[in-house]
DNA sequence: CGTCGTATTGAATGGGTTCAAGTAGCGTGG
DNA sequence: CCACGCTACTTGAACCCATTCAATACGACG
């Protein structure tokens, strides 16, 4: 039951060396963890509210997202989720899911055992402190989202996100030169960010007239990274990417 | 350099006794940590985005904020806490403050070593998992507080707000029957949820008109919990609080 | 008893929503 | 290769929840 193939894991292995440096023995560990593969289509559940997972779900292609679903139908995505991100390992240590984790686009995910998890944390407490700390960076994005939610305009929300995802990608090596995938609908976008679809597709308009971003097909290009970072008041040190200090 | 006195541990074992149980031998290390406690009077800051803290704060009596300013003097306040809680926790892993931290009523804090903290979660991994596990229940506090900024009406952010800190006191046993202290203003109040003072004024007078809630002095009393949780869409699974489920 | 922070009230304004209709893009199958 | 059908995007106009600005009342405390 160990890894089918050892590029499922390299995603992990590439997010966890963007958090700390990794010795060749924890990479070799984590190459032996038992996961196995799962391709999933687009807009499927991968966790429900009330689930109580025993499982990790490391996501390897594709792009994911929290939510949860109110009275009436309001959605609220908690948070968007890209290859090595491990966006139910909160469920080591929290029984209960209190939120649904779904995809967005096609996706291709490797299940980990929490016992494997666990095991591998102990024996590696380098490791568990990479993987707390990320949980940690995570807390921190909620905050950012909340502050969006709470204080900024649509348009700055708007504007926000995009430079934060942009970073994110960059970082495990998926993005550079001010492009990048963003595989999400205007509608994903505006339950992200406490809006309406279509007042998100009227202040993209604005944004795209000022020249600021395109967006076509799933391929983002910050246009003004400087303008657009201005507009969204983007701070990157909420993101706590080594070596990156205020804009 | 031990605790001047050991009741100002109490809070931070009664709520890490609310997270998981201690064994006598955990409750003696922790009275022995090396804490020394200072009094702060209202409206204080403890820490300032872009500190580098070597040492954390416990709280062991009064209320503090987490709070961001953004351009213009606009305010988010990103959680409020309570005896027991350590705000900075996450400086443990995360060098550099992305918020700041300030009392919102005269408070008495004990600042704890980070040394401290990290040889005691080494040598007591039960109480190590404790902690990872009450910044895990922080993060989810988040995620409701941005659902509520996102996708709720103000009377529906206060109500969810009120059950919840209520719920939180009633856990390390600073409230009970339906009654709590509550001492914080309007404009706190305004400023954690993503409002101005004056809607929340307006709100407050119809909950109260509503006899869902009495809030005089510095003391709330919900007078119809069950109203006031349906107003709020409140479900407590987010705060994971041992054996409480669903509404 | 004055003073400063907090709470309250009124009226005008506005950012974002709602509802409803129409258009473009794209994968699928005939 | 085009017709079909679905989903996502776009546009317009009316509406509303919450803001803004400004003024007044309260109340705790020295």
Redesign the pocket.
């Known amino acids: 039951m160990t890894a089918e193939n050892p590029a499922i894991l390299a995603p992990l292995i590439r997010k966890l060396e963007s958090i700390a440096p990794l010795s060749a023995e924890e990479k070799r560990a984590i190459q032996h963890l038992p996961v196995h593969g799962r391709t999933l289509t ?2 499927q559940d991968i966790l429900r509210e009330k689930d109580r997972p025993t499982q990790c779900c490391l996501i390897v292609d594709g792009w994911a997202c929290r939510y949860k679903i109110l009275r009436g139908g ?1 959605r609220q995505i908690m948070s968007f989720h890209i290859p090595g991100d491990v966006p139910d390992l909160q469920s080591l240590h929290l029984q209960v899911m209190d939120h649904s984790i779904a995809t967005l686009t096609r996706c291709t995910v490797a299940v980990i055992p929490h016992e494997a998890m666990r095991d591998f944390a102990l024996r590696f407490p380098g490791v568990g402190n990479a993987l707390w700390r990320d949980t940690l960076v995570d807390a921190a994005i909620f905050r950012e989202w909340m502050t969006s939610n709470g204080r ?6 708007i504007a926000h996100l995009f430079c934060e995802m942009y970073l994110k990608l960059e970082t495990v090596g998926l993005a550079d030169a001010h492009r990048c995938e963003m595989p ?7 339950d992200a960010l ?12 604005a944004m ?1 007239s000022q020249e600021l971003i395109t ?3 799933k391929t983002l290009v910050i246009e003004d990274w400087r303008a657009l970072s201005a507009a969204g008041e983007f701070d990157p040190t909420y993101l706590h990417i080594e070596g990156r200090a205020a804009a």
Chains 1, 2 share one sequence.
């Open positions: 687009a807009h309001r900024r305009s649509a348009f700055a929300r999400v609908t205007q509608l994903d976008l505006a406490g809006l309406t679809s279509v007042h998100v597709n009227r202040t993209l308009q795209r967006w076509r097909g």
